[in-house]
């Protein structure tokens, strides 16, 4: 019984007639398994709202970055423009991610994985926490560039799992 009003034929995705229609999809199950891992099965499919997430996480490390290159506690040598490195790529970052359809999410990565850097650098230096002089406002903010960048490889892996999905991708969902 084929229902024509379906919102999966309506949407253009049509899988009758295939290995897929008929039997069940296994190539996330190991072999001697009968289930896949259990975060296989969460899938969120809400691909404008994660593209947004993704490009504030990222405006967000920008954002604190400058907020400690400004602040008068250098975290190592050198720090400052390497803060404002990462400032200069996250506005470009979130720039080209919302002006255009492009899949930018390795180059995020890159801008997480560099503030993440910085900050392991500046637990090696002179990082700007209270115990070295810094006011709560700059350890805070410090603190910030450390969960953003964080968050953001989080939500990279997910998306590459594919537990999320960011636009202009989309999961087609079925129902």
Request: glycine residues 8%.
């Amino acid at each position: 019984m084929e229902d024509e009003n379906s919102p999966a034929l309506r949407a253009g995705v049509d899988f009758r007639g295939t290995p897929n229609a008929t039997q069940p999809v296994l190539e996330h199950i190991r072999p001697g398994k009968k289930r896949a891992p259990l975060l296989r099965y969460i899938r969120i499919n809400l691909p404008r709202t994660t593209r947004l997430l993704l490009i504030a996480v990222i405006a967000v490390i920008g954002g604190a970055s400058a907020a400690v290159a400004l602040s008068n506690h250098e975290p190592f040598l050198f720090a400052v423009p390497a803060l404002w490195s990462v400032f200069g790529a996250a506005v470009v970052f979130v720039a080209v991610g919302l002006l255009s359809s492009a899949r930018i999410w390795t180059w995020g990565l890159i801008i997480a994985l560099s503030s993440l850097l910085i900050y392991l650098g500046g637990l090696l230096g002179n990082a700007p926490y209270i115990w070295n002089g810094a006011s709560v406002v700059d350890a805070a903010i410090w603190n910030l560039t450390l969960f953003a960048s964080i968050g953001y490889m989080v939500l990279f892996w997910a998306l590459r799992y594919g537990m999320i999905v960011a636009a202009p991708d989309n999961q087609n969902f079925m129902d």
